[in-house]
């Protein structure tokens, strides 16, 4: 089985997400060692965002000489997630969203035809059977019990945007409120590694 591991956090060394999103690698890894892992890291190879010459090649119009590199890395990206029967990704939260580079990312995954299509009914995901797993890192709280719940379009989106393509049990393990102190951070990161050890095997 493949394990796609996916980091968008701007930090390095100094991010949460990629620490608790290396660790639930490593908690798969040690349960599996058969699994192939494929990394790619969304700030040392970023994606373009989308534009307009990128929307009317996928509406049928020739495909500018220019963006033929873009193009194969669009190819790439979504064959390594069709690919991988497991996705891991660290996701902070910028803003009260996702990384714009991760958003980059998911703009090349969510491909009609390819991980979803528009029938009689609506929309239908065509990426089921997956196992997505995110670590997710927030400055403040944000629970359903917070003054700031409405302020979350992390998890949130995360959460629509895989449901949108046939993946409805998203796992999450956050590590929250990471600026209010030292003492909150290392509380909160030492949660999220617990409970990446306590993962089930893939």
Same mark, same amino acid.
């Given at each position: ?105 998911? &703009?090349? %995954? ?10 009689? *009914? $609506?929309?239908?995901?065509? !990426?089921? =059977? ?45 590590? &929250?409120? %990471? ?10 990161? *030492? $949660?999220?590694?617990?409970? !990446?050890? =306590?993962?089930?095997?893939?």
């Amino acid at each position: 089985m493949k394990l796609l591991h996916i980091d968008s956090s701007v930090l390095g060394h100094h991010s949460v997400s990629r620490q608790v999103s290396a660790a639930i690698v490593d908690r798969l890894k040690q349960a599996t060692p058969s699994l192939q892992v494929v990394y790619r890291d969304l700030t040392q190879t970023p994606l373009a965002h989308l534009s307009g010459s990128h929307l009317a090649v996928a509406q049928g119009a020739p495909a500018p000489a220019e963006l033929g590199p873009d193009l194969a890395a669009s190819a790439a990206v979504l064959d390594e997630f069709l690919a991988a029967g497991i996705v891991v990704i660290g996701a902070p939260m910028y803003n009260f969203t996702i990384p714009s580079q991760l958003k980059a990312w998911i &703009d090349r %995954i969510l491909v009609a035809g390819k991980t979803f299509k528009y029938g009689a *009914t $609506g929309p239908e995901g065509l !990426a089921g =059977g997956k196992r997505v797993i995110v670590a997710i890192s927030r400055g403040g709280h944000y629970g359903a019990d917070t003054p700031y719940a409405a302020g979350e379009h992390l998890e949130t989106y995360l959460r629509w945007v895989f449901g949108f393509i046939g993946i409805t049990s998203v796992e999450f393990i956050p590590a &929250d409120g %990471i600026q209010l102190g030292p003492e909150h951070r290392e509380k909160a990161i *030492t $949660g999220a590694l617990q409970a !990446a050890t =306590g993962l089930r095997a893939a």
